[in-house]
């Protein structure tokens, strides 16, 4: 059988993981992404580096199905993004910055939730439901209602959810943000032993640590345009012997991690969540 045009990605699109493209979005006035260019490799950890109202989020948004481009294009694994959000997000799992979890539900009800968000099957969910709760340390917990679990086990829980669908490319928004150091180690011991199936990861982090201890590369993203990329050992030896990622990130992005609010507040979270509902 012959697939249709729409089904056959160009060749030089099939051969990443994630490809952005001249990708901008705007809030009213406000550019909160400027013609981005981006290729993450398959297999690749890749980090997206950047203050807050970087733009960071909103690229993930686009990424991920939540928002559409208004300029450019977004094709993950040859899959154009816009053009078919469904099939994008059968291949993608998605951990977001905001909590996802539903804290009145319980574990199990949270990942069947998204089982449904992200087109699972029905035919198998239940199977894949278990799995993704038991890959997660969360079996004995799954009956408990989300609002008794620990940050830890919260951000694991979201794993959980964004693993439902066995997604070859997994987006993490913050996914250690709040959390203890014994509670972070713990989400990255997790998250190393999903690379052990060549799984691609995109992440964004404020912890410089993170990024240079689990990146192949980073992106430092600065006023919607992206300032440098890079492996991050090349980066910090761009900037001479004793450099650090933090050094790195003051250098591309300013002296401080910026108070301002994500691009688009708390509207733009609200907007999110919305399109969220209705596409499930």
């Known amino acids: 059988m012959t697939a249709s045009a729409a089904e056959v990605a160009p ?106 968000l992200f087109d699972v099957p029905r035919k198998g969910r239940k199977d894949l439901v278990e799995g993704a709760l038991t890959a997660m340390g969360l079996t004995e917990a799954a009956t408990r209602p989300a609002g008794t679990y620990s940050g830890g086990m919260i951000r694991r829980l979201e794993l959980a959810q964004a693993l439902v669908n066995a997604p070859r490319l997994l987006v993490l928004d913050e996914p250690t943000v709040g959390l203890d150091p014994i509670a972070r180690g713990d989400v990255w011991e997790y998250i190393a032993r999903l690379r052990e199936n060549e799984m691609t990861v995109l992440m964004t982090t404020h912890y410089m640590d993170e990024a240079d201890a689990y990146c192949d590369r980073v992106s430092l993203m600065h006023r919607g345009t992206i300032r440098a990329t890079g492996r991050p050992a090349d980066l910090r030896a761009g900037l001479g012997d004793g450099a650090t990622l933090d050094d790195v990130f003051r250098h591309y992005t300013g002296d401080t991690l910026d108070n301002a609010p994500e691009e688009g507040g708390i509207r733009d979270v609200r907007r999110a969540r919305r399109t969220a509902r209705r596409l499930g």
Request: glycine share 10%; charged share 20%; hydrophobic share 40%.
């Open 11 to 116: 060749e030089e699109t099939r051969t990443y993981a994630v490809r952005c493209a001249d990708l901008s979005y705007r809030f009213g006035t406000h550019t909160a992404v400027d013609h981005v260019g981006l290729d993450i490799a398959p297999g690749e950890m890749f980090g997206l580096l950047g203050p807050n109202g970087a733009g960071k989020t909103t690229t993930i948004r686009m990424l991920t199905t939540l928002l559409k481009p208004m300029t450019g294009t977004v094709t993950v694994f040859g899959i154009d993004a816009a053009a078919h959000p469904m099939r994008v997000r059968r291949v993608i799992g998605y951990v977001p910055q905001m909590l996802s979890a539903d804290a009145n539900l319980t574990g199990l009800e949270n990942v069947e939730l998204f089982a449904r």
